[in-house]
């Protein structure tokens, strides 16, 4: 089972970069990296999936190294609606899904 | 189409009680599963189901009997409630291949007095 790590929480100021690292050093051969974005009283939403090197979609990029132990999301001029918590996912399989604490990013005017 | 759907939003129990959540999706997925988030958590998955008839246990799955006789519905019972399961529950379903994106319903506010 591939534990993540990740901050608690991260503060960050509209407009900037936000770059969130989880680290996942016993990732198996089939896991995908997912990232989700959760806001209060809301269920988890999904933002993005990579396997390796770098994914890209219109609201976040997925930076993953050769070895595959660590994942970036990369959130680009970040806004006030972006505070939420982000949860990094490593899922070898359908059985052991499991959401960490995620991290609580707060974005400031 | 209506995503994932849950029912109720909102409810109150006392211990002993019995109950069923109710979760459908409209989406022919095959993958659902139930998950439960307490205060300052994460989410924890209860069960899942690979398809019609076919269920198994999650990380905590005591407590909990879940059935899956159609694609669309996967209800989620507390056969006797219990103040530990006071939390809030997500249903979430996806396409099929482990790794896939996940869509969750808005959720099921559950309090066990």
């Known amino acids: 089972l591939a534990k993540t790590t990740q901050p608690i929480s991260m503060d960050s100021y509209e407009g900037q970069e936000v770059n969130i690292t989880c680290s996942h050093n016993?990732?198996?051969?089939?896991?995908?990296i997912t990232w989700y974005q959760q806001f209060p009283s809301q269920g988890p939403r999904f933002i993005i999936q990579g396997y390796k090197t770098k994914v890209t979609n219109e609201v976040a990029s997925l930076f993953i190294p050769a070895d595959r132990k660590s994942s970036t999301l990369s959130l680009p001029r970040v806004s006030l609606s972006d505070t939420a918590v982000y949860y990094c996912l490593v899922a070898p399989g359908y059985s052991t899904l499991t959401f960490g604490k995620g991290t609580m990013l707060l974005v400031s005017p | 189409n209506a995503g994932v759907t849950q029912t109720p939003k909102f409810q109150v129990l006392k211990t002993g009680q019995s109950m069923t959540l109710q979760c459908a999706q409209d989406?022919?997925?095959?993958?659902m599963s139930w998950y439960r988030q307490d205060p300052g958590m994460g989410l924890r998955l209860i069960h899942y189901?690979?398809?019609?008839?076919?269920?198994d246990q999650g990380e905590v799955p005591n407590g909990y009997n879940v059935s899956r006789s159609t694609t669309e519905d996967f209800p989620l019972r507390l056969l006797s409630a219990a103040p530990s399961q006071t939390s809030v529950y997500f249903c979430a379903s996806t396409p099929g291949t482990p790794g896939n994106e996940q869509f969750f319903g808005p959720g099921t506010r559950l309090t066990v007095l």
């Open positions: 189901s690979v398809g019609a008839g076919i269920t």
């Open positions: 989406m022919n997925h095959e993958y």
């Open positions: 016993n990732i198996a051969t089939n896991d995908y």
